[in-house]
Structures are given as C-alpha cells and as structure tokens.
C-alpha cells in the first residue's frame, strides 16, 4: 500500500494547512469548511491548488507557473466560482526547481476578495508532532488517468518523523515536513500548491511526490515554517521588497514612526515620558519612552534604516523649546536578542543615555505593566509621537495623541492573516484613528501604563476605514529582559 508523504513548505514554521489537492479516495468537502481554497488557473483551466492568505494574496507552490492567469475562489465547485485575474506573480526568490526546495510563490490578485475566510497561518513557533492528523484537499485529478475534478476533495493525513521519512526518500530539500495517507492516498501535479492543515492551521504546502515501484512513500509537501520567515526577511530588509513575500499580509507593514491620525495636541504636563529620537542632524526618527533615569524604550526597527543619536525629553514642541527640554546622548543601544526584522517580532530596544535624565520639571517616566497584566478587548488607550498626520504627511513639531480600542487579538489575527507573537493590537480597523509613519516606538498607554510599543501597520496606509488593525509591541512578555538588561 502506497503511503502519502508530503513534505511541507514550512510558512514561518511548520505551516500545516487543511488542504487536499488532487486527492485520490479523498471526500468531497463540506460548503462552509476550507473556503480560503483557490483553484490557480491559466486559460486552459485548473493548474494547481492554492490558499487565500490575506484579501488580495494567494500562496501556492512555485512550480505551478504555468501561464497562470486566473484563480477560481468562493465556491468549492469550480462551475460557480468567483473567478479574479491574477495581478502579479512573485516567486520566492531562492527557488529554482521543486526538488531544490523554496517551493513557493505568492500571487497578488486584481481585485480584493470579499466575504471569504483566509486561511490561519501558524505562529513563528508552531510545531507540528510526529503522529498529528492532519488534512490536504484540491481539486486533483482523482485516479491517474482522469482530468481534475469539479469538487473540492480533502484526505486526513498523519505527520511522520523527518528521519523515517528521509529513510524512505533520500532527496528531500531541506525545511521540510512528511505526512502519510491513512489509506490508500495520493495526490497528483494539479494538487500541488495547496495547504496541509493541522488544528485548522496551514502548516504546510503540496510540493512534490515521488514513485518508484511502490517502494517510497508519495512525498508530498514541504515544511512552510522556515520559508515564511525568509519572506518576512526578505521583505523587511528594504522598501524595494515591498512587493516580495512579505506582501502577506502581516507582512504588508513595516511602519517607521506612529503618524498619529486624527489626534489632539498633548497639554504640557501630561506625558511627560515621551522622548523623540532623532538622527545626527536634529530630525525626528522615531518615538520612544522613559522608563528610568537612563534608559528609553522604542521600536527595534527604528535603526533598520536610520540612526538616532541622542534624545530630546521634556518638549512637547520640537521647534520650540523651553526650559525643560534636555537633549541627551544615546551611550548604547540593546536590541531585543531575537530580533530580525518587524515581521518577525520582538521588535524592542532599550536605549541607554550617556546621561541620567534630571526627573521632575516637565520628564518623568512611565509605569512598566506587570509580567501577567492583559488589556481587554475594547478598553480605550492612548498612543502619542509626533508623526505625520495622515497618508504621505511629514513629521509635526507638536505632540499629538489620540484615543484607541484595543482590538480582540482573534478578531485582528484573522483579518492581517497572520501576526509575530506577542502583539496587542489597538486603532485602525474600524475606527478613523491610529498611527503611521513618522513615530514607531512610542507607547500605547492604557491607565497611565504603557502597556505596548508602536511596531507596524500595513503599507504604510494611515486613512483607516475599511483597513487592518494597527500593530503594538506586548510589553507585558518582555518585562522579565527590560529589567535584566537595565540592571546589568
């Protein structure tokens, strides 16, 4: 009896998505269960699977490209389904063929999709066991000889040790994942690009199989995990990767600054703690916080592209200064150890002055929350900084600020399509208030403690209706390495 082996393309960890393409003695599935299913097409019809990641994104398997033109989504019977031109295609850009690995490609649509479920996409440390059940689905030819089907087919599969998998088939790329077939499974060519689901998780994606005289197990998907770390990677690292993997949705963001939208002016004696980074030649970089005499807390990525020098507390008014302002010298900077690039997460630094900041007259600090504090879905905070004031705005010389509600972290997950751990979400979404470009690292203040640290928002887009919630920073899960690094 053939077993299916699927290695997985890991999408920022071991993605192991419920999706079954070209299944061989696979079920018909259910209307209302896996509608992020996409049938890829090009003019002569179905070509591969694929998966709705955000509203204008597809993901699939890089080898699929074959003159795609189209994609068929919102209906498991491809006879009446939306069908969407493909906008644009963007490979990974390590891939060469499919054994070599990197097996995927991303496809962005002309037009939004609307009312449809987006696949849930793993967390970065989302493991998959040895034994899981699991599902793949596609609209795959179902027997050798036959053409694809019209409905959607899905199979359960069990995830096996990556050492007896590579026992069975010495070819494997690496970063991968196998499953089996609990019966007598296959999947064919016009399966491949579609999700292996775990715990109604994409975990994985349908790379490539293998024959030879019913001696190794069907090889099937490659681990997601990994891969989609390197796209976040890829897409962080400059403005030019905009349109790259990161395109994904939480890997649409990358906000430098927290443009504070539709936000009042600060009065003089609140916020006291607020501090503007700013570069060798006295421009506004980024926001950030003091949380003792000398140290500041901010975003990470506020030194991906620009370099603060030295701090201004006490002023409100960057351009005009009073007797309280002091302006002090950054000594060191401690970025977050894991750390990579704001679609990974983690995206924290401590500053440490040259100086200790003299408190009272117009600088104090803020209250840190404790390791097991939580905000609740609709409680109102503020976030303050001195960004621009709407879309391709410049920085302001006053403090601005403005009242957001913390989002439910489902609710905000499911409509980014994925997130870094450890996040709080608040503004954006359905309110017309929040952040942009201009002040990432300023605080997200929930009863006169600063509860997050302003990290991204989605193409840098700052009118809000109708858009994805803006992202914080949990400061609450790294109080344990604040305090470490600032007694040591």
Known sequence: MLHLQIIIVVLSHTFLKQTVTGIEHGSKVPDGVMQYMVSVQNNKGHVCGGFLVSDDFVLTAAHCDQRLTKVILGNHNLDVGNTTKIKKQIKHESFKEWMSGNDLMLLELEKKAENIRKATLPTVNMKVKAHDLCQVAGWGRTSEHSGPVVNLMAANVSIIDITNCKKNCSILPDNVTCAKGCTNIKFYQDDFGGPLVCNNTTVGLLSFNKFEQQIFPNVGSIKVAEFFILMLAVKMQGQQMITMFLLLSCLQ?????????????????????????????????????????????????????????????????????????????????????????VGFGDDLMLLKLKKRAVLGNGVEVIQLP????????????????????????????GLMVVKVPIINITTCTEKWGMLPHNVICAGGYTTNRGFCQGDSGGP?????????????????????????????????????????????
């Open 370 to 397: 404790t390791v097991n504090m939580k905000v609740k879905a609709d409680d109102l905070c503020q976030v303050a900084g001195w960004g621009a004031t709407h879309t391709g705005g410049r920085t302001v010389d």
């Open 444 to 488: 997200l203040v929930c009863k006169n403690t600063a509860v997050g640290v302003v990290s991204f928002n989605r193409r840098f887009n700052c009118n809000y209706k109708d858009e994805v919630p803006n992202v914080f920073v949990d400061i609450s899960k790294y109080v344990v390495w604040i305090l470490e690094t600032m007694s040591n």
């Open 253 to 341: 963001q990358t906000v430098t600054g927290s443009i504070i939208v539709n936000g009042n002016r600060v009065p003089d004696g609140e916020m006291q703690y607020m501090a503007s980074l700013q570069d060798i030649s006295g421009h506004h970089v980024c926001g950030g916080f003091l949380v003792s005499d000398n140290f500041v807390l901010t975003a990470a990525h506020c030194f991906d592209r620009n370099l603060p020098v030295r701090v201004v507390l006490g002023d409100h008014n960057l351009k005009e200064s009073n007797n309280n302002g002091q302006t002090i010298e950054i000594d060191k900077k401690f970025k977050h150890p894991s750390y990579k690039n």
